[in-house]
């Protein structure tokens, strides 16, 4: 079945260096990749997202990076903030079946002042 | 605008009660689903459902139930709570189009004894 796997599973940072996230799928038929920023004791929300068509997005401080030849994608925060401190989930949806979104297994962010 | 509304927020059940989950959104969304969080593993999908009378499994799904007979509404069952099953359970929602936001309710924090 469809799986996604997420690296490092905790990351620690001063604060002003950058932050990268990496993320492989299995299932060649994926299409479109989010990325989730989850807060303590909050919901996952949607922080940026990319489609296969597109090799790289950027929002400000943060970009999604995507090979699709090698199945995997990246989040990229520049100029990290205490504030980014959270739990990021990347998500893959596949065009099989009814395009259900598989999650990884996340990344804790740690921004040190 | 509601979004995603998840009731109830905190719950403790006994090993072998039953109990219903409650999910509903006000966007008209086609796509409903639920996940369980649980620490070190991501939001594992539990099952997913495309539209009215329309559901399937996901990568966990012995213990649950679910059916989906308005496109509002998508409660979660338990039908025999099982230490297992302890965990915090997210709803959330999207338009069927594969290349679109999922959004997420605030989250049942369940806990089985």
């Known amino acids: 079945g469809e799986n996604v796997e997420q690296h490092p599973s905790t990351l620690s940072v001063q604060e002003g260096d950058s932050a990268v996230i990496k993320c492989t799928y299995s299932?060649?038929?994926?299409?479109?990749f989010p990325w989730y920023k989850q807060e303590l004791g909050k919901r996952p929300q949607l922080i940026i997202d990319?489609?296969?068509?597109?090799g790289e997005k950027k929002d400000q401080r943060i970009a999604v990076t995507l090979n699709k030849t090698a199945k995997h994608f990246s989040l990229h925060i520049t100029e990290t903030q205490p504030e980014d401190s959270a739990v990021y989930f990347c998500?893959?949806?596949?065009?099989?079946?009814?395009?259900?979104?598989?999650f990884g297994a996340g990344t804790r962010l740690a921004v040190h002042p | 605008n509601a979004g995603v509304t998840q009731t109830p927020k905190f719950q403790v059940l006994k090993t072998g009660q039953s109990m219903t989950l409650q999910c509903a959104q006000d966007?008209?969304?086609?796509?409903m689903s639920w996940y369980r969080q649980d620490p070190g593993m991501g939001l594992r999908l539990i099952h997913y459902?495309?539209?009215?009378?329309?559901?399937d499994q996901g990568e966990v799904p012995n213990g649950y139930n679910v059916s989906r007979s308005t496109t509002e509404d998508f409660p979660l069952r338990l039908l025999s709570a099982a230490p297992s099953q302890t965990s915090v359970y997210f709803c959330?929602?999207?338009?069927?189009?594969?290349?679109?936001?999922?959004?997420f309710g605030q989250g049942t924090r369940l806990t089985v004894v």
């Open positions: 959330a929602s999207s338009y069927r189009d594969k290349n679109t936001e999922a959004f």
């Open positions: 299932d060649s038929a994926s299409n479109y």
């Open positions: 990319i489609r296969s068509n597109v």
């Open positions: 998500a893959a949806r596949s065009e099989r079946g009814y395009n259900k979104l598989i």
């Open positions: 966007m008209n969304h086609e796509y």
């Open positions: 459902s495309v539209g009215a009378g329309i559901t």
